[in-house]
Structure formats: structure tokens, C-alpha cells
């Protein structure tokens, strides 16, 4: 079941999950489209912000070494995490930690993040990418968390 229009107020916290209560992808969308265009573009600013729609990776707007903002989804009505299956290098796993790959309308293409299996780069880089990838509807989505900015290989 999908959010659609339950008529409750939406709501939105830059340092926490931001909530999707309107009809369509509403805000959802527009951070997601934000996120995209940061990790395609690797855009800067000068205005430090935290948060989801923060206009740049990493901690500061002059450093260019980060490429991903990994995000979480959760679902509508039980407010459960989004988790898909992937493999890396012949090991299946679970993971609910995604980096956005392309956004129409409604329609979030994500790659699937697996916890890095290189514990000694794990705190630097803490995922890995995978060849999964899902399509996940935004109407779908009650919330999404964004995670700290990180460096992923091979994208």
C-alpha cells in the first residue's frame, strides 16, 4: 500500500527523516533530485548546511572527495526499512542502504550499498557498490534519512 494522500500535515527535519505525506513525491522528489545532481555534478557552496538538501558532499564545500550520499527509505503505514537483496564477489547479503542512480517523476532507480567487507577502510569507506540496482515509487515512501557522505569505488 502506498502513501497517496492520507491528509496529514507533511513534515520535514533537516537532521532527521524527512516524511512524505503529500500526494506524489512531493518533497521526496525534490531531495532526491538534489542528492542526484550533487553526485553527478559534484556541485560546491559556500553555504554550510546539514541535512538532506545540503548543497554539497562531504563536510565542507572545498573538499571534492566524496561522490555518494547514501540514503534509507521507509515504508509507508509500518514505517519499516526499504531492504533489497544483492551479491558481491559470490556472497549474498541484505542491504537498506542505497545511493540514488536516477530519478523519473515518481520513480527512484537506486543502486544497492553492501557494508564495505574491508574492515580496515570500513571507517573511511563504510560501503562498497554492488550490481544490484531497484526501482523503488516514491508514493510508496514514507521517509528517507540521508547518511553521511561518503566516497564509493568503480561508480
Same mark, same amino acid.
Request: include cysteine; charge should be negative.
Given at each position: 500500500?502506498?502513501?497517496?494522500?492520507?491528509?496529514?500535515?507533511?513534515?520535514?527535519?533537516?537532521?532527521?527523516?524527512?516524511?512524505?505525506?503529500?500526494?506524489?513525491?512531493?518533497?521526496?522528489?525534490?531531495?532526491?533530485?538534489?542528492?542526484?545532481?550533487?553526485?553527478?555534478?559534484?556541485?560546491?557552496?559556500?553555504?554550510?548546511?546539514?541535512?538532506?538538501?545540503?548543497?554539497?558532499?562531504?563536510?565542507?564545500?572545498?573538499?571534492?572527495?566524496?561522490?555518494?550520499?547514501? *540514503? =534509507?527509505?521507509?515504508?509507508?503505514?509500518? #514505517?519499516?526499512?526499504?531492504?533489497? !537483496?544483492? %551479491?558481491?564477489?559470490?556472497?549474498?547479503?541484505?542491504?537498506?542502504?542505497?545511493?540514488?542512480?536516477?530519478?523519473?517523476?515518481?520513480?527512484?532507480?537506486?543502486?544497492?550499498?553492501?557494508?564495505?567487507?574491508?574492515?580496515?577502510?570500513?571507517?573511511?569507506?563504510?560501503?562498497?557498490?554492488?550490481?544490484?540496482? *531497484? =526501482?523503488?515509487?516514491?508514493?510508496?515512501? #514514507?521517509?528517507?534519512?540521508?547518511? !553521511?557522505? %561518503?566516497?564509493?569505488?568503480?561508480?
Amino acid at each position: 500500500m502506498c502513501c497517496g494522500n492520507n491528509n496529514q500535515p507533511s513534515s520535514a527535519s533537516t537532521n532527521g527523516p524527512t516524511t512524505n505525506t503529500e500526494n506524489g513525491c512531493g518533497c521526496l522528489g525534490d531531495i532526491l533530485e538534489v542528492i542526484l545532481k550533487l553526485q553527478c555534478r559534484g556541485q560546491k557552496c559556500d553555504n554550510v548546511q546539514e541535512g538532506c538538501d545540503k548543497p554539497f558532499l562531504g563536510p565542507y564545500p572545498n573538499v571534492i572527495c566524496y561522490n555518494t550520499r547514501p *540514503v =534509507t527509505f521507509y515504508r509507508c503505514g509500518d #514505517g519499516g526499512q526499504w531492504i533489497f !537483496p544483492y %551479491t558481491l564477489n559470490g556472497v549474498d547479503g541484505v542491504s537498506g542502504v542505497f545511493r540514488v542512480e536516477n530519478l523519473d517523476g515518481c520513480c527512484c532507480t537506486c543502486r544497492v550499498l553492501a557494508p564495505n567487507p574491508d574492515t580496515t577502510a570500513a571507517e573511511l569507506t563504510p560501503y562498497v557498490a554492488t550490481d544490484s540496482f *531497484v =526501482t523503488i515509487n516514491l508514493d510508496c515512501v #514514507g521517509a528517507l534519512k540521508c547518511l !553521511p557522505d %561518503t566516497y564509493i569505488a568503480c561508480i
